[in-house]
């Protein structure tokens, strides 16, 4: 593998886990969002990654179907006939332990990519001495 190459593969998982913390971060804005005027409360989005011979790509980001979170709020202008909300099925707390494992992928690459660059760097003086 080139040293050019293995920058490449460094960057498409830079993109990857960027685009997977952007969703994650639209996944905790909504994660109080419930069921109101006829409009389902936000389901959470999972994004898919796979492995490709030049890196890794975004293969699909698709809804959970996992059930909304059903609360007991007769007050509330937005609940049913017997009284419950429904809302939003993401866990805030999975989210963040989420978050975190694309973060530290993300820094894995950066590093990767700084090593590679830095190889580089070092091949290209080695002539200059």
């Known amino acids: 593998m080139t040293l050019g190459r293995a920058m490449s593969i460094s960057a498409t998982g830079l993109h990857a886990e960027r685009f997977r913390m952007d969703v994650i971060s639209a996944n905790i804005a909504n994660a109080n969002s419930m069921t109101a005027n006829g ?10 990654l796979e492995q490709t011979d030049n890196g890794v790509q975004i293969q699909r980001v698709t809804p959970d179907n996992s059930p909304l979170k059903s609360i007991y709020e007769p007050g509330n202008p937005a609940a049913d006939a017997q009284g419950f909300v429904e809302y939003s099925n993401v866990e805030p707390v999975k989210e963040m332990v989420d978050m975190m494992s694309a973060t530290r992928a993300y820094e894995a690459n950066i590093a990767a990519f700084n ?5 580089s760097r070092a091949a290209l003086t080695i002539g200059q001495r």
Not at 115 to 119: E, K, T, V
């Open 39 to 48: 409009r389902e409360a936000y389901r959470r989005q999972v994004v898919f």
């Open 115 to 119: 090593s590679a660059r830095g190889m």
